[in-house]
């Protein structure tokens, strides 16, 4: 650190920083609208002037930028100098001539930050009389508005999509004050990371269009942490709502998980929450099954505590749990049934990889990577899983990896990193070792040194002879020439690499890939101790529900069978996309008492004897454990309607009620849910740091409660009026420290517990700069969330390597799983707008394939499995190897479980069919 004296006053700061981030970092207000954290300096919009002065006897100094200035010891500048002033308030006037004062009807409004700087500058009169510029706006999908007439030529929007996302069809157009950013011609823009566009843009140039259709100010939104259900990732976002519904996602800062930007996927995903067919009220089927009984609360379990009762006595319960279902209600439901009668909802191959998995990340000892240190890596290996469709967020750092390598040598030219422009100019394409080895091409393949297709099996050898070169002690296989000389060359490269990491996953459905990638990072870590595995997975608590250690879901069905249960109860699933739907009508044939509970329906709830209606991430709390292996914590936004409560309260209600005396069955409660937590920590070492993910109910802030509303929230007594002139009472929350109001302490909370981020003079998304140590570093209010998975202190034996390679048989293909990266899991494929930007269901092959079926792309094909046959279009894919089959299941459409199987395709009889059923 080095003193840095700003206005006569000395401060510490990090040299080599630019003075804009360095006098942010200190506090101080300083305009400006082209910089950003993550994207670096360009020197665009001249709005961040300082005065720099050479030593203490210059008393005119020089009017700089702040962004492109290194902060050097001795530097002395002046924020407040007159000439500096002169100038910022020159630049706004300036960027003010064309903007349109449209800020009533604007989205931005209340929440831009072209509104904070032009405040904070003093702006406030326009001095020219001439017509403003305008120009035409495009339609870029459903997702994203556009509004040009707003532009203030800042370069954000193409430098986060283009440079920094990947995204290749937004474009900077025009010359001179006729810039243009959008596309060649109108149409959806494909990059899965465009909504953050809405973020990244400081005026309203880009919008949320989702979000605009029913605006509201963001002074009236309700706010509150949450987590991201739609990966394994773990994003964490702030959910905002208005008038009992949800309205929006936006992004929740968190420095080890996803910093400053989300998926379209965990962005626009959330219409599920508002859907008009969610259950409400406990729901009876009558005798036949024709007709259903509208309950109530008490009725529902009055109707259910007996027979529980009575079967729990007899063992004969058993319960199916949820990877999208939080912690603490499969808790209770493991709680309520028992360990030996608790199962897994997923399916059978997916619980083994889950298992092994969670055995590589607790007994290996190999540390899963933080966003910072996947961004950091400067070797890449991904084998079998196509991360920018199931984990895109995951990818997108991956990006930025790909950099480090053009980063270093700009550093040797002595640029510094947050140079963006001169750093591009100069490193043009120089990308870090990048290898990617699947079944087909993905979207990362761009940035990729080396790129292998092969079956997932053969990717485990391939893998498999990289850990042996790596370490001899590894197990060997044999491998063509060619593969083996490759094989060898990307395990000296990973050798030689200072942060190298290994990337793998359930996506490709072989236990083999994990195993052997596995392998590969055990061998890395004997010479590179910071070596880094990070593994994907399917569903937002898939980790979470493994740790707890739940039996296969085949077992369940089976005793199902048997006649072995008179009662199931199933928490958050359809088993109808676990499972063979023939195993699963039998199975549900032979159970007396179905008992479902979801807030979804689907075709399990529909042959529930009784579906109890369960809230959504929006309406209960509960922790969530990531592919990383932190657990995080999320937070009620809305008031369940109806009877509908959280999962684990309706768990509690039933256990309460199935061991009190028959006369006190109904409406004995249950555990709070901090109760609960501890229970669960207590009970299951491997989650027994859960209690630290966020601060309990009992958490005060200065002796208040953290609000949910912004101070200047409105209208909470008039929202109501015409169904009751007088003033409801604010909801209570007795299960977290936030309140629904705008009542509470306004300072700084926890970064668990922050719903939202504004300060004086920052009403947008950028006011987050006074929430950071540093500006692009960690949060004031400490982490949100807790790791619980270390590397082990102990050595574990390698794996053995698959002995045989994949040969494919003469009218049999393997299929493979295909993820499409909008709706690639149950709950955004409700989203609307992401089904218009979806892929439609198909299966793929290779071009020798098509022509030995003798099939056009475009053309219906039969898929026959043993259970039955799948129609769907067949598509094209070059990549592919010989004998392997890509099925892409995306939307509402349940998937093929059984992947990856054999199965033979055939042309359709009827060619114009596209998507029947099975």
Known sequence: MITLNIDGRDYPAREGDNLLQACLSLGLDLPYFCWHP???????????????????????????????????????????????????AGIIELLMLNHPHDCPVCEEGGECHLQDMTVMTGHAWRRTRFAK????????????????????????????????AGGTDLHALGTHDRVYFGRERDGTLRSEFSGNLAEVCPT??????????HYTRKWDLRATPSVCVHCAHGCNISINGRYETLRRTVNRYNDAVNGYFLCDRGRYGNEFVNAEHRPQWPLQRNLGGWTTTTLSRHEALEAIS????????????????????????????RTLVGAERFHAGV??????????????????????????????????????????????????????????????????????AWQAASVQDATAGIHSPFAIVTTDTTRLDELATTVRRAAPIDIAR?????????????????????????????AQTLAGAERPLVVCGSGCGEIAVVEAAANVARALHRHQPEARLACVLAECNSLGLALMDPLPLASALEAMRKSEADMLIVLENDLYRRARSDEVDRALDSTSRVIVIDHQRNATGERAGMLLPASTFAESEGTLVSAEGRAQRYFPLLEPAGAVQASWQWLEALRSASVAPAAERVDTGGRRFDELTEACARSIPALGGITSAAPDASYRLHGRRVPREPQRASGRTAMHADRDVHDPEPPVDPDSP?????????????????????????????????????????????????RLIEPAS??????????????????????????????????????????ARSRAPHVAVNRAAAAHLRCEDGQSVEIVLAQGCVTLPLRIHPALPDGVASVLIAGTRPPIPELPALARIRPSDDRARHGTGR
Not at 316 to 328: C, D, H, K
Not at 375 to 402: H, I, Y
Not at 472 to 486: E, R
């Open 133 to 164: 510029r305008s120009f035409h706006n495009q339609d870029l999908g459903p997702c994203v508005g556009h509004e040009m007439n707003r532009c203030i030529t800042c370069y954000r929007c193409v430098r986060f999509y283009r440079d920094y």
């Open 38 to 88: 993550a994207l670096g300096s360009v020197g665009a919009c001249r709005q961040c002037a300082i005065t720099r002065y050479e030593d203490a006897d210059d008393t005119h100094g020089q009017v700089v930028m702040a962004c492109m200035t290194p902060v050097q010891a001795g530097t002395r500048v002046s924020l407040q100098d007159p000439q500096a002033r002169r100038f910022r």
């Open 306 to 333: 007996g027979p529980l009762a009575r079967a729990l006595e007899l063992d004969r319960v058993i319960g199916i749990g949820s990877s999208r279902a939080g912690v603490e209600s499969n808790f209770a439901l």
């Open 738 to 786: 936030l309140a629904y109001t705008m009542e509470g302490s306004h300072r700084q909370p926890p970064t668990p517990l922050t719903p939202f981020v504004w300060t004086p003079r920052w009403n947008s998304v950028q006011a987050l700069n006074k929430f950071q140590n540093e500006v692009g570093g960690a949060m004031q209010g400490g982490p949100a969330g807790c």
């Open 347 to 416: 399916a059978a191959n997916e619980h083994l990889l889950l298992r092994r998995i969670q055995e590589v990340l607790r007994r290996g000892p190999v540390a899963t990577p933080s966003r910072r240190e996947v961004e950091a890596a400067d070797a890449v290996l991904v084998l079998g899983e196509d991360v920018s469709s199931t984990a895109p967020r995951l990818a997108l750092s991956l990006r930025q990896s790909a950099r480090n390598a053009a980063l270093g040598r700009a550093g040797q030219l002595g640029l510094p």
């Open 204 to 213: 309203g140039v880009f919008t949320d269009k989702p979000f605009a259709r």
């Open 462 to 490: 391939f893998a498999a002879t990289i850990a042996h070169e790596l370490d001899p002690g590894a197990p060997a296989v044999g491998l063509p020439d060619d593969a083996h000389a490759l094989a060898a060359q990307l």
């Open 794 to 835: 102990t050595s574990h034996p390698y794996f053995q390597a698959p002995t045989s390679a994949f040969l494919p048989e003469p009218g049999r293909w393997l299929l493979v799983p295909g993820f499409d990266v909008f709706t690639g899991e149950e709950l955004s494929a409700q989203s609307a707008p992401l089904r």
